[in-house]
């Protein structure tokens, strides 16, 4: 049995399902054969998803999700941050060109912060 759950219902950990290819800087070749692995659309998603955790200073222990989706040059981001005892529970989420995924990261960070998620994330560390 297996169940697919709506970002309403459940939002993955930041980075999810994403894959990280690396080479060194001076190994052109493997820079090339790995560049044409590069999924832009993945790509995006993947740059708003970290921006998003580094606005929120929040580390692979918080209590954050987020998902991304760059689809037909628009990338929707939808996040949420979340007490431990789930208490509390704040989500947001904004859209904007492809081009610009830190930008849609920037505004959802902002409206978190703006809305307590700093704290909510401290609780977590404390």
């Not at 990280?20 to 054969?33: F, G, H, N, Q, T």
């Not at 991304?68 to 989420?93: C, M, N, Y």
């Amino acid at each position: 049995v297996c169940d697919v759950f709506p970002a309403e219902i459940m939002l993955p950990a930041i980075g999810q399902g994403a894959l990280a290819l690396v080479a060194r800087a001076d190994d052109a070749s493997a820079a090339r054969a790995l560049g044409a692995l590069d999924d832009p659309a993945s790509h995006r998603e993947a740059r708003a998803e970290r921006r998003l955790l580094h606005l929120l200073q929040a580390g692979c222990r918080a209590p954050l999700a987020a998902r991304a989706i760059s689809r037909d040059g628009i990338l929707r981001l939808e996040a949420g941050v979340f007490s431990p005892d789930g208490r509390r529970s704040l989500r947001e989420r904004d859209e904007g060109p492809d081009t610009d995924p830190e930008g849609v990261a920037d505004r959802v960070a902002a409206r978190l912060l703006a809305r307590g998620a700093a704290e909510v994330i401290g609780e977590a560390r404390a």
